[in-house]
């Protein structure tokens, strides 16, 4: 069975999410319609890119995602159809891919899909539902767009090396309120080379042990672990590290690498 994912700033107290469904079951009534999230921050395309970036590979090749965040029509933004890895990428050229791809896209199409005049002011349940429908019922990419080469450019906030320390940032805090940070697994060991390690953080508090699971100390206590993201988290174990620990969105973070 084809699937849609979504992935947007929607909500779920308004009519959008239902127009959204509504027009991608009119057009497609066998699609599966996977909720990735419709509970990300208003225009907030960082958030949606992490978010999307560390869930999209969960699901079969051919899935089409389709990205609602910061689409209302505007004559300079494009809407791109993208393949990635085997997936479709289906969203405004707003600088989220380039904040959720690793490598060079596949293939990059702009979309060139007839607006309907009733959803001028809504493209997302029409120009978008129309190409995430037509990838899922295995159109071709070339069928509603014209090739481009690149996408728009956004940096994600990159952790940095000096001497022994890392400099990373908080990047993100879940429904849990663990706390998120940029340093991923694979940075982490490489700087690391099997020293010892201090991460300190607001509040002059300290970590000096990687857990594997949230309950490996008494509740309420701190830690830190590589969570499903692969990204360094900071949790207490049944708390609200966020808040406890007074850590917001772009707070820093320091690990002091040891010499044994």
């Known amino acids: 069975m084809a699937i849609i994912t979504l992935t947007t700033d929607l909500g779920d107290k308004d009519i959008y999410q239902a127009a959204l469904k509504g027009s991608i079951l009119k057009l497609l009534p066998t699609v599966n319609i996977v909720d990735i999230t419709n509970s990300v921050a208003a225009y907030n395309i960082q ?3 992490f978010i999307l970036k560390n869930s999209y590979y969960y699901f079969p090749e051919d899935t089409v995602h389709l990205i609602g965040i910061d689409t209302v029509y505007n004559e300079e933004t494009r809407y791109l159809a993208i393949r990635y890895k085997n997936h479709y990428f289906v969203g405004a050229d707003n600088g ?23 959803f ?6 029409d120009i ?38 890392i400099k990373g940032a908080v990047i993100y805090i879940d429904s849990f309120q663990n706390v998120i940070t940029n340093i991923t697994k694979d940075f982490f060991t490489s700087v690391q080379q099997g020293r010892r390690f201090l991460l300190s953080f607001k509040r002059n508090e300290t970590i000096n042990h990687l857990s594997w699971h949230y309950n490996e100390v008494p509740e309420g206590e701190k830690l830190c672990l590589f969570g499903i993201s692969d990204h360094l988290e900071i949790a207490i174990n049944k708390g609200n590290a966020s808040g406890l620990l007074g850590l917001n ?11 044994q």
């Not at 989220?96 to 007839?114: G, W």
């Not at 295995?138 to 001497?163: A, C, F, T, W, Y």
């Not at 772009?250 to 040891?258: L, P």
Request: hydrophobic share 45%; net charge negative.
């Open 47 to 49: 958030q949606a890119a």
């Open 249 to 259: 969105l772009g707070d820093t973070v320091v690990i002091d690498f040891q010499d």
């Open 120 to 125: 001028l002011h809504f493209p997302l349940a």
């Open 128 to 165: 978008f539902v129309k190409a995430a429908c037509h990838l899922a019922n295995n159109g071709k990419l070339s069928e509603i767009g014209l090739r481009v080469d690149e996408i728009e450019k956004k940096m994600n906030l990159q952790p940095v090396i000096e001497k022994n320390l």
């Open 96 to 118: 989220i891919f380039s904040l959720m791809f690793d490598t060079e896209p596949e293939e990059i199409f702009e979309l060139n899909i007839m607006q309907d005049l009733k």
